[in-house]
């Protein structure tokens, strides 16, 4: 139980029409209240212009493990973790295909500066992985936001701008996570071999970073020099350093900020292809 002293009260901008203040104990039917007195000992007295409020309860804001049923726009996000084995089998089999074929050869011969074939695929494929993301995120959001409110989930509130950002990363990661692949592709020239890699690369890291018995110091790691780094641009939950909790990606706070996260998967991609570049030249004749 605690108590606080209030003194020199006022309204300003409003006309009061009852008769001064009034006191009312809040609380007492929440799960956070468990273990606090709930048989009316709060109280409320007031004394000339001095007013002593009395009683107990958890007024911090809320986190993740204060409500471990609520749900957050990663969870809604689920599905992201299949669509990026998807991207990932087509990225590389975007050109292990020609090299399976020897279809290679005539694409080579096409453009002498074969840094701007491999270029020129990326653009393609990051840009039709953005758009279908992109697409499936701005369908996902909302659906899945109605089918939670309507089942009694509660949902941590996050503002529009949030959730453009989450729809616009998530398509975002996804594109890195292709031409991740595609960078793969063209050094492993096998496409087992580059969606193996790749699934190492950016989803294994990310299951590990899922599972809640992790060392906290581990997940975090994992989650700032992996691409599974990218996954930070799905966070909307806030960390507050007065509220002690597990901070952690199981629970859906990444140690880099969404963008900076992002950049990870991105910084990524763009080294594949530079590497796959210059195999290109060099080796692929």
């Given at each position: 139980?605690?108590t606080?002293v209030?003194?020199?009260l ?6 009061t ?6 006191g ?8 956070t209240f468990?273990?606090?007195?709930d048989?009316g000992?709060?109280s ?6 001095r ?6 309860g ?14 957050t726009l ?13 991207v990932i ?5 975007f ?13 080579l011969a096409?453009?002498p500066r ?14 039709v ?12 959001v909302p ?24 729809a616009f990363g ?31 690369v ?11 018995f ?13 691409p599974?780094?990218?996954?930070a ?18 629970h859906g706070y990444?140690?880099?900020?969404p963008?900076?996260g ?15 570049a ?7 004749a």
């Amino acid at each position: 139980m605690s108590t606080a002293v209030f003194t020199d009260l006022r309204l300003r901008g409003e006309r009061t029409t009852g008769g001064g203040w009034s006191g009312e104990q809040l609380g007492a039917g929440s799960p956070t209240f468990a273990g606090y007195p709930d048989d009316g000992s709060g109280s409320f007295t007031r004394s000339g212009g001095r007013i002593t409020v009395t009683g107990a309860g958890d007024i911090a804001p809320a986190v993740r493990e204060s409500l471990p049923t609520g749900g957050t726009l990663r969870d809604i996000l689920t599905g992201t973790f299949a669509a990026l084995i998807a991207v990932i089998v087509v990225g590389a089999l975007f050109i292990t295909s020609e090299y399976r074929t020897h279809m290679i050869h005539l694409t080579l011969a096409a453009d002498p500066r074969r840094s701007r074939v491999l270029v020129a695929k990326a653009v393609v494929l990051g840009g039709v992985s953005f758009v279908a993301g992109l697409a499936g995120a701005l369908l996902a959001v909302p659906l899945g936001e109605r089918l939670a409110r309507a089942n009694g989930v509660y949902l941590f509130p996050v503002a529009s701008s949030t959730g453009i950002r989450v729809a616009f990363g998530t398509a975002a990661l996804l594109a890195a996570a292709s031409v991740l692949a595609l960078a793969l592709g063209a050094v492993l020239r096998h496409s087992a071999a580059a969606v193996t890699t790749a699934v190492v690369v950016i989803v294994v890291p990310y299951l590990l970073t899922a599972v809640p018995f992790m060392p906290a110091g581990v997940a975090d790691q994992l989650a700032r020099v992996t691409p599974a780094a990218g996954f930070a641009v799905q966070q909307t939950l806030v960390r507050y350093e007065h509220v002690a909790s597990h901070y952690t990606p199981y629970h859906g706070y990444y140690p880099l900020a969404p963008w900076a996260g992002l950049a990870v998967p991105a910084g990524y991609a763009v080294a594949g292809l530079v590497v796959a570049a210059v195999l290109l030249r060099r080796r692929d004749a």
